[in-house]
């Protein structure tokens, strides 16, 4: 079999609209042209395509080459243009525009509350902002935060209207080194502000807003929850069925959500393909009848499209399962209509209208991986498959669905070192065990929700669904517990990331042409990726100290040479969230092991000596002796709410530069603040300025 490289041209005629989409929707957010400059060039290209069609004879054969380059370039403003269009901040009625300290705020739920730690959290749209009591019609999206023990709590649902005048607080990264850019997720969602409101804050208004179909959306989610929730025994059990059945994850725990990611079955519990592949299929044998006659078909057909689009809205929306939804529309009406097409033709077409209805779906992981997974599966399952045979049919079936993981796993390795860091190595097993035991799951779960209404047989079901997920739990558990289960702390940049996949090609196309060219360029790109890689290890091998941005907590690393020493408080050494989502990522992107102590590190309460640097690190237990105001200190480090004033730290120590971290009270931070601009000190506030890094 040949890798389809050139044909794949003809196979999948919208890879041609693609690709210059796709970099329009690039150029646009990373250089951000306006929209006059836009509208300019789509002017200039549409003068060239007048003048190339007046073209004839000789001169229309030497220049049609020109008919290509005005359509790349067409299709390229076009992805540019609608990423700007897409851009909430671009909205002439975007509320960030003329929002005002003291302005009030009216906004509609956009989803029922859901329980967090310390508050109930909903996304919600704004329709109006009153400024100096004029009333303006507003757009725009905001995170809204309620205090737990609000007595309006009860009230609140999809479509509740609230009305308030807190200050709408910016949307913001931790700053952390490599951490996760939550500034770009949410704004991806047009959500660009959030607010925090006690009962005192916000009124409520007696009517309800949002669409009938979005509410019975959200009636729905919530009655089969319901009866997840009533019929499967404990915890985790509801938790998974949850994520299995509708994309529900908020009550799945951390660890057990780690578990699966770990050992490469993440999927199961992400609302994907693979679950739309299962409806489809159940589908497929319940409407069997319906296969005679073309009326019965068109029914048939109609059928399978409303509830194939039924589930993907009810599980979220998510990029993944649009993709498949979109690409199974396309089955069904080539079906209907007896026209098949090339996998590739339906993987570039569903990509193409996706990212034209949200081009922000590029920077999806999800998306990626979906898609990755597909081509992956359509151009190596052949040649994976046709590795090994087994006469005996049980075992060439269980080869084939081996085959089918190992196929998929050759172009999403690469997207999942770069988002998750880590290669689950036991993921053939997981896979093996795992999907087709959710396959059952998933089936008896819609057969519960089902005969929910006949009490006894959904208790039967519930039964039977719970041991079922205990068991996989317990399987993902044990292979989880396994010390080679999984490789961690794997960094790639995006630029080792794409010459990862010139690699993967390069070799594959080697393997299936047998050309000895290919393999050249392959070792000259692993040459690149190297030598790359291995500049980047030794300027990471610097000294360097970093203050995190860890909400209410202490958090340092003192790092020199590829080792690292931690300070601060314990939750941050033992809780595995907070060290993975806002410590490991810098740790990743400067090579450090926190196994391994610095040897250049000496404690001399309240002091610390790190390379050559003397460091200060005060909060609410320690003592300050007297000192004459000579003392040399390189940087103080203020933490916990410490009780002393900059004026009186001034006074004593010479030091050029104030660290305020993220364990101290916002209204404390204010005080330090004003303080050090009246004294004309150099001071970074941890909570605003996000992580403070020092390198030397």
């Keep these: 079999m040949l890798l389809p490289t050139i044909p794949v041209w003809k196979q999948a005629p919208f890879l041609r609209l693609l690709l210059p989409l796709s970099g329009g929707i690039l150029l646009q957010w990373y250089y951000s042209f306006s929209l006059l400059l836009l509208y300019g060039a789509g002017l200039v290209i549409i003068v060239f395509f007048a003048v190339t069609g007046l073209l004839k004879g000789y001169w229309l054969f030497r220049y049609k080459w020109t008919l290509g380059v005005l359509l790349t370039l067409a299709f390229t ?23 005002t300290r003291g302005a009030s705020v009216f906004a509609v739920l956009d989803e029922p509350l859901i329980e967090k730690d310390r508050s109930y959290k909903a996304e919600a749209s704004i329709y109006a902002i009153s400024v100096n009591d004029t009333i303006t019609a507003a757009e725009g999206r905001i995170i809204l935060y309620f205090k737990k023990d609000s007595v309006l709590l009860n009230q609140l649902e999809y479509g509740s209207a609230v009305t308030f005048r807190k200050t709408l607080q910016p949307v ?8 996760f850019d939550y500034n770009r997720y949410c704004l991806f969602q047009a959500i660009t502000h959030q607010v925090f409101l006690n009962a005192e804050d916000f009124v409520t208004a007696p009517r309800h807003y949002g669409s009938s179909f979005a509410r019975w959306l959200h009636d729905s989610r919530a009655l ?65 009848p319906l296969q005679k006659g073309r009326a019965a078909n068109l029914l048939r057909g109609s059928v399978i499209l409303i509830l194939l689009w039924t589930f993907a809205l009810l599980s979220g929306g998510g990029a993944s399962i649009l993709r498949s939804t979109v690409m199974f529309s396309f089955l069904v009406v080539g079906e209907y209509i007896n026209q098949r097409v090339s996998v590739y033709h339906t993987l570039s077409a569903s990509a193409f209208l996706l990212l034209c209805y949200n081009p922000f779906y590029l920077w999806d992981v999800g998306f990626q991986l979906s898609y990755a997974a597909v081509l992956s599966i359509v151009i190596f399952l052949r040649p994976v498959t046709s590795l090994v045979y087994f006469k005996n049919r049980i075992v060439d079936h ?7 993981t190992l196929a998929a796993q050759i172009l999403t390795t690469p997207l999942s070192i770069y988002h998750f860091h880590q290669i689950p190595n036991l993921f053939l097993v997981s896979n093996l065990l795992i999907v087709p035991l959710s396959g059952i799951v998933l089936y008896a779960e819609l057969l519960l929700c089902t005969v929910a209404f006949f009490k006894p047989l959904a208790v039967i079901t519930g039964y039977f669904v719970s041991w079922m997920l205990k068991a996989m739990n317990e399987i993902i558990d044990w292979i989880n517990a396994l010390p080679f289960a999984v490789s961690n702390n794997i960094l790639l940049s995006a630029v080792q990331t794409m010459l990862l996949y ?8 080697w393997l299936m042409q047998g050309k000895k060219q290919l393999l050249k360029y392959a070792l000259v790109i692993l040459l690149l990726m190297v030598s790359g890689r291995s500049f980047e290890i030794l300027t990471a091998r610097a000294n360097r100290i970093i203050v995190y941005n860890v909400p209410r907590h202490s958090a340092i690393d003192l790092a ?4 690292c020493t931690f300070i601060g408080d314990d939750t941050c050494r033992n809780d595995v969230f907070i060290r993975n989502f806002y410590i490991n990522p810098s ?25 050559g640097k003397k460091l200060l690190v005060l909060n609410n237990t320690e003592r300050l002796p007297y000192f004459d105001g000579s003392l040399r200190v390189d940087i103080v480090i203020l933490s916990k709410n410490a009780p002393f004033s900059i004026a009186r730290l001034h006074a004593q120590l010479d030091c050029p530069q104030y660290v305020f971290d993220a364990s101290n009270a916002s209204w404390k931070i204010r005080e330090w603040k004003n303080e050090c601009d009246s004294l004309h000190l150099r001071r970074h506030s941890v909570q605003d300025d996000g992580a403070f890094v020092l390198d030397f």
């Design 560 to 563: 020199n040479a590829g080792s």
């Design 502 to 509: 010139v690699l993967i090609v390069l070799i594959a196309a």
């Design 172 to 179: 913001t990264n931790t700053g952390n080194p490599g951490a």
């Design 77 to 99: 403003v076009l992805g540019a243009w609608i990423a700007h269009e897409k851009n909430i901040k671009h909205h002439k009625k975007w509320f960030g525009h003329y929002y």
């Design 224 to 288: 089969l929850l319901g009866i997840l929730r009533q019929y499967i025994h404990g915890e985790q059990e509801a938790a998974i069925a949850e994520a299995l059945l509708i994309g529900y994850r908020e009550d799945i725990d951390r660890d057990l959500t780690q578990a699966y990611s770990n050992t490469g079955v993440v999927h199961v519990i992400a609302i994907s393909g693979m679950h739309l592949a299962m409806i489809y299929g159940l589908l497929l044998v319940l409407l069997r």
């Design 398 to 404: 269980i080869w084939k669905l081996a085959a089918v």
């Design 587 to 611: 740790r990743l992107v400067y090579r450090l092991d926190p196994s391994v102590s610095t040897g250049a590190l000496e404690k001399v309460p309240p002091f610390i000596y790190f390379s």
